[in-house]
């Protein structure tokens, strides 16, 4: 159903909501609220509402109908917040002025409807004043709080806060019509009608959860059960940052846009995959909340393994977000699960030197997973998940290693192997490592990189923030880059067995100094999976 089509459905009841869901693209017109719940925080400061002020300043948000809420329950003024943000947004002191004045705080609590109404109050009376039609309006909820607090403030927004619905009715009278427009939470109104007309006026109440999303398969599928019977799946938006990035963005162009990779992407030729994240610093003030996660669902059930999905899927039907995570899901589906020898845990010395972290805190700093893909395309692959914090650089990259050349007339020069490299961050970059002749009189040869480097390639093209490019697929209805229910259960089921091992003591991380690559034991796994050091 467009926008501003009518549609006349018979209904005995409420039980098939099919008529409400969301479309695959709303129309980007007509009153935005954003509202930003938890602004008091760290995530709220240094990434939503920077995310924000740069979709602003590059003209997708515009003032004329978008206004930006923060919630929360410490008691500031709206100047207050917007002096705790403006040094993270841009230098442009005009632009930064303007956008500031888009925002206004509401402070209330979580869990008692007093807030959520008030603060339902403010955004009508925002919706009013730009004369929104009701039915019309946008609401986009950001959840930058504690997973504690999804379940309770998920049922506070459905209770007080969804935008009115472009719902109509005109009945019983068919000569006579009267409109009326009913709010999401009288739905009930429908039951005592079983004929009506529906017009879409094309506004929405959308829901964006941050990471962790839960804390095992039990726990998430209690998170998606309890947030499922409030919200359709096309009105939530389980953001997993990395998918923001633009090499992973990159990913889906690269394997199903070239016919270069197209043969090449297998076992027949691929050797092993490592997917590797690394980070210089420790959990710096975060000790609390790492503590209780530990790298392996800080970082590898859901980034790492997110990238994993985009290298190994097979080609989706078409590029329908659908489409797509379906695909996704069969890979995740086809995960042998994790033998202990697949496995490296390390802890960082001076980690539990943290007040906040427990003395005798077992938890993983660092870990090296080796997964298997059973399926035709991969058996035998090893991927190489690997990250760890308070390493000797910060880097996040994939490399391809291809099997080395059958019967190779150059293999006494002990060249390395092919490899593709595709770096995340810092410095976004793919290069091909191959072997070439060395430029001179000699017929010797050497190792050397097809590179696009992105700053020498695009100067100038200034590469989007995950959040941005995430926050505005959100306005646009556009799910591709968000992690579905079903996703998120099959990325579970894969580590919640060892994950539960670990928290009951089995596992113990190895120590490794602060700076270092991490345990030994880890580049000998990788060794053992099949990696050359090329
Ligand atoms: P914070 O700890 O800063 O919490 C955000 C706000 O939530 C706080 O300002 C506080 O607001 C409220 N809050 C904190 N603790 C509680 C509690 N126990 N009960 C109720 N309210 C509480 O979190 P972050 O901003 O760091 O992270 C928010 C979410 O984003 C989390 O789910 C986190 O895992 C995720 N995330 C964070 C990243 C980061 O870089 N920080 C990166 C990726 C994901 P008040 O007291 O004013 O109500
Ligand atoms: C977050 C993790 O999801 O990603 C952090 O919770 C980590 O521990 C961060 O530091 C890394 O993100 P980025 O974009 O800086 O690589």
């Not at 209770?159 to 005109?170: A, I, R, S, V």
């Not at 997110?306 to 695909?327: F, G, H, N, T, W």
């Not at 490592?433 to 190792?447: D, W």
Request: charged fraction near 25%; aromatic fraction near 10%; include cysteine.
């Amino acid at each position: 159903m467009g926008s501003g089509q009518w549609m006349v459905e018979k209904r005995s009841g409420l039980e098939n909501d099919s008529f409400l869901n969301e479309h695959e693209t709303a129309p980007e017109s007509g009153c935005l609220s954003i509202i930003v719940l938890g602004a008091s925080g760290d995530l709220a400061k240094k990434k939503t509402f920077p995310a924000l002020y740069h979709l602003y300043r590059q003209g997708f948000l515009h003032s004329n109908e978008v206004h930006i809420f923060g919630y929360a329950r410490t008691k500031i003024s709206d100047d207050e917040l917007r002096d705790r943000i403006r040094g993270y947004l841009g230098k442009e002191a005009e632009v930064v002025s303007k956008f500031l004045q888009l925002i206004k705080y509401v402070s209330g609590s979580y869990d008692t409807e007093d807030g959520f109404q008030l603060l339902d109050k403010e955004v009508l009376q925002h919706e009013v004043s730009k004369n929104s039609a009701e039915g019309s309006s946008r609401r986009l909820f950001y959840l930058a709080l504690p997973p504690s607090v999804y379940p309770t403030v998920c049922r506070m927004i459905r209770k007080c806060c969804m935008n009115k619905w472009g719902l109509k009715t005109y009945i019983p009278d068919w000569h006579n019509w009267m409109p009326q427009y009913y709010a999401q939470p009288s739905l009930d109104l429908l039951m005592v009608e079983n004929l009506h007309i529906f017009a879409d006026l094309g506004g929405w109440t959308r829901i964006v959860i941050e990471k962790p999303f839960g804390k095992d398969l039990e726990s998430a599928e209690n998170l998606s059960a309890h947030i499922g019977e409030l919200f359709e799946e096309a009105q939530l938006f389980r953001i997993d940052h990395y998918l923001g990035k633009e090499l992973v963005q990159n990913l889906l162009v690269l394997r199903f846009a070239n016919r270069f990779f197209l043969p090449l992407w297998n076992r027949d030729n691929i050797s092993n995959v490592q997917i590797v994240f690394r980070e210089n610093f420790g959990t710096e003030g975060r000790g609390g909340y790492f503590d209780e996660y530990g790298i392996i669902r800080d970082i590898i059930q859901n980034h790492l393994l997110q990238i994993l999905c985009l290298v190994a899927m097979e080609k989706p039907v078409s590029l329908k977000p659908e489409y797509i995570r379906d695909e996704k899901v069969k890979v995740l589906q086809s995960v042998l699960p994790i033998r202990d020898e697949d496995v490296v845990l390390g802890q960082y010395e001076g980690y539990r030197d943290d007040p906040t972290v427990p003395d005798q805190s077992n938890t993983p700093t660092f870990a090296t997973v080796v997964l298997r893909i059973h399926n035709e395309r991969w058996e035998g692959v090893p991927f190489i998940l690997k990250a760890g914090k308070a390493l000797n650089s910060s880097k996040a990259e994939i490399r391809v290693q291809f099997k080395d050349v059958p019967g190779d007339i150059f293999q006494c020069q002990k060249q390395g192997r092919n490899e593709f490299v595709i770096r995340l961050q810092p410095s976004e970059a793919m290069y091909m490592k191959l072997t070439v002749k060395q430029p001179g009189l000699e017929m010797s040869t050497v190792q050397s990189e097809l590179d696009l480097s992105y700053m020498q390639r695009y100067q100038g093209v200034p590469i989007p923030e995950a959040y941005e490019r995430l926050i505005l697929d959100t306005i646009r209805g556009d799910q591709q880059h968000f992690v579905r229910r079903d996703e998120l259960k099959a990325a579970w089921e894969i580590f919640t067995p060892l994950l539960h091992r670990i928290d009951n003591g089995e596992l113990k991380p190895k120590e490794y100094q602060p700076g270092s690559r991490g345990p030994v034991e880890a580049d000998e796994l990788l060794a053992k999976a099949g990696y050359v050091q090329t």
